[in-house]
């Protein structure tokens, strides 16, 4: 049975809700919330580590279950959803997309850093060859102008990326900055255009409103809002939204009511929330994983998470230069220091 859609959604809780578990996810937690969602209807499923095919690393954050048995076990009971994965070239490699793609995973979506989409045309075209549809994923999309981002999309497209996405890795987005991003992507591209947004502001929702109005049909939420920072786009909320709208996603709006309150919510530590340091990510403009790594230097040097956020917001550090967050809390720390000996 065909599903008529205005929208499709990658549920992205077992790939960047990863973060919010420190990345412990198991093979029966992973079977349990595919097997939910596919009875659902979603029709995409990201399933990797937080930070994509071989993030797991001291660097990163090490996972609980190799990544790979997580993803096999997703795609023995996806059904009619197809299996996603992530990969940022520099972390993964063209093996691990085989890999994946071996065990069944349909979508490869390659994230670059949203000014070094020249970094990416060996993994899409790669993903192509593997047989797998292919997404171009522009990470921090806030950190470029407009025309810089269509320059990059554009090469996104180029490569054969099936569709192209502007991603708030930061949540520093606002609703009006989302449709000029959006909009200049729609009249530039002949692909689908998405959207990927983080709620540090408490505006992932109403960001995603307002790409899909601009005429996004890509879109990603997660169930209970589990992700990096505060999290993403609540994708049960968003189904009830879309529904309200007259938006058709083919989800069913309880069964995904039903996960998110029976499977997913008792899996969580602590309830997603937006805290002082991911309001500080938004704020800053400071890529949404770097919350617990800040959290943690700031213990370890004495000093506060906040000023480290945004020091590295000064700095317009990226994604990839976790290694900067401890540099900059001992230099915060030294100046702390001299600061009280005088």
């Known amino acids: ?41 979603v029709p995409y499923i990201e399933v990797s580590h ?13 996972s609980g279950t190799n990544e790979m048995e997580l993803i096999e076990a997703a795609v023995s009971v996806a059904g009619d959803s197809k299996i996603a994965v992530l990969l940022l070239p520099g972390i993964g490699t063209l093996t691990e997309l085989k890999e994946a793609a071996n065990l069944g995973a349909k979508m490869a979506r390659i994230a670059t850093h949203v000014t070094e989409a020249d970094v990416a045309p060996q993994h899409i075209a790669y993903a192509k060859e593997l047989g797998m549809e292919t997404v171009g994923f522009l990470m921090m999309s806030h950190m470029a102008p407009v025309e810089k981002l269509v320059e990059q999309a554009k090469l996104m497209e180029s490569y054969g990326a099936d569709s192209v996405y502007v991603v708030d890795s930061a949540g520093y987005l606002m609703p009006n900055m989302v449709r000029e991003r959006i909009s200049a992507l729609k009249q530039s591209l002949t692909v689908p255009v998405g959207f990927h947004g983080h709620n540090n502001l408490s505006l992932a929702m109403a960001n995603t409103l307002a790409a899909i109005e601009e005429g996004a049909t890509r879109i990603d939420g997660s169930i209970r809002c589990l992700g990096a920072g505060a999290g993403n786009t609540q994708t049960e909320v968003l189904v009830a939204a879309c529904e309200r709208l007259g938006i058709k996603t083919g989800v069913d709006l309880y069964k995904m009511m039903d996960l998110a309150e029976d499977i997913v919510a008792p899996l969580l530590p602590v309830a997603q929330e937006i805290t002082k340091d991911s309001l500080t990510l938004g704020y800053a403009g400071v890529y ?35 290694d900067m967050i401890i540099d900059v809390a001992s230099q915060i720390a030294k100046e702390k220091n001299a600061v009280a000996s005088k």
């Open 288 to 322: 949404s994983s770097f919350a617990l790594h800040a959290k943690r230097a700031a213990a370890r040097f004495g000093v506060d998470s906040r000023d480290i956020l945004i020091e590295l917001g000064n700095r317009k550090v990226v994604g990839g230069q976790e």
């Open 1 to 41: 049975m065909t599903i008529e859609r205005d929208i499709l959604l990658t549920e992205v809780a077992l790939r960047d809700g990863s973060h919010a578990v420190a990345h412990q996810y198991t093979v029966e937690q992973v079977v349990n919330i595919t097997k939910a969602l596919s009875e659902a209807k």
């Open 50 to 62: 937080g930070d994509g095919l071989a993030g797991s690393s001291l660097q990163y954050g090490l």
